[in-house]
Each structure stands twice: as C-alpha cells, then as structure tokens.
C-alpha cells in the first residue's frame, strides 16, 4: 500500500456513512483504496460528521487487507485529541530520551493479524508486518523512525 504508510498524512472523501451515530465513515483514498473512521474517533453528534462529499485530511493509523483506518486531522471532525493517554510533558520526555534514529530494546507484547505491538521504557508502538510476527515476550532492538506529534505515536522499525 505505498503511500498508505502508518503515519503518512494523507487526502480522503467521504463516500458513505452506513449507519449514522453507529459504525463511522468509509472514505475514498487515491488509487481506489478505502479508509474508514471509526465512530470513536468522530464527533459525539453524527449531525457534526463530515458530510458524504467532504474533502479533507487523515492521520493513518493503521491498515487492514483492503482497508486503511483513518484519524481525521481536522479538530471539527473528531471527539477530541488522539493523545494516546500521553500528556504534553510525557510526550516531550518520550521525544527527547529517544529521538530519530535512536536504537531501543522493546519487547513484544501483543500479536495481532498483520502487526504486533511493542513496549519500551517510557513508551509502546505499534508494527506491521506481513510476514509471520514475533512472538510474544521476544525482546529485540528497534529503531526510532519517527515521532508523530499530533497522535503522540513513535514509529518504530526492526534495527538493522
């Protein structure tokens, strides 16, 4: 899915709202992907979801065979910040004890079809992988890609 990276910023438009208030919104991508946003994500009030036509910009989260989820960037668009439970002080400690390129030992705490998830001190991220994933409790390094500010997510990668 190039151009679909965790983390990429990336233009939508929504194409349905199967059940208003109950599900979210689907939203066509380029190159006939789909995203959809979780309800979660969106506004209390279905009446204040971008409208079916909307253009606008998304976060990815993570992708599904055939589908990328979405985080709206636009602050009219969702139920508040995706901080990830990180305060602004958390964050900026996170940022500054590992920035970019920094090499960490995380381990392995939860597998789930397509990604796994990793802890560190101080901190968690998520990886995808279509090959078979670690298994749980499997410690190993892992180097800082990239810190995404407005999700307070670190993205991180198997050192090499």
């Keep these: 899915m190039t151009g ?3 983390g990429a910023v990336v233009t939508g438009t929504v194409s349905a ?3 208003p208030g109950a599900i979210g919104l689907f939203v066509a991508l380029a190159g006939e992907r789909q995203g959809f ?6 506004p209390r009030r279905p009446e204040s979801w971008p409208a079916v036509g909307t253009t606008t910009t998304f976060e990815v989260l993570a992708r599904r065979p055939g589908q ?16 990830n439970g990180v305060s602004d002080e958390q964050w900026r400690a996170r940022k500054a004890r590992h920035p970019e390129g920094t090499v960490l030992t995380a381990e392995v705490s939860d597998v789930c079809a397509g ?4 802890r560190y001190e101080g901190g968690w991220s998520v990886l995808e992988d279509d090959e078979e994933p670690p ?3 499997t410690r ?8 995404l500010d407005t999700t307070r997510r670190t993205l991180l990668r198997p050192s090499t």
């Excluded at 709206?72 to 969702?78: H, I, S, T």
């Excluded at 990604?115 to 990793?118: G, H, M, T």
């Excluded at 190993?140 to 810190?147: I, K, L």
């Design 68 to 83: 990328v989820r979405l985080w709206p960037l636009d602050p009219e668009f969702r139920s508040g910040p995706l901080d």
């Design 37 to 42: 946003v979780d309800v979660l994500t969106l």
């Design 135 to 137: 298994e749980v409790g």
């Design 115 to 118: 990604s796994y998830l990793v």
């Design 17 to 19: 709202i199967p059940r």
């Design 140 to 147: 190993a390094a892992y180097e800082v890609v990239r810190h």
């Design 4 to 6: 679909f990276e965790v």
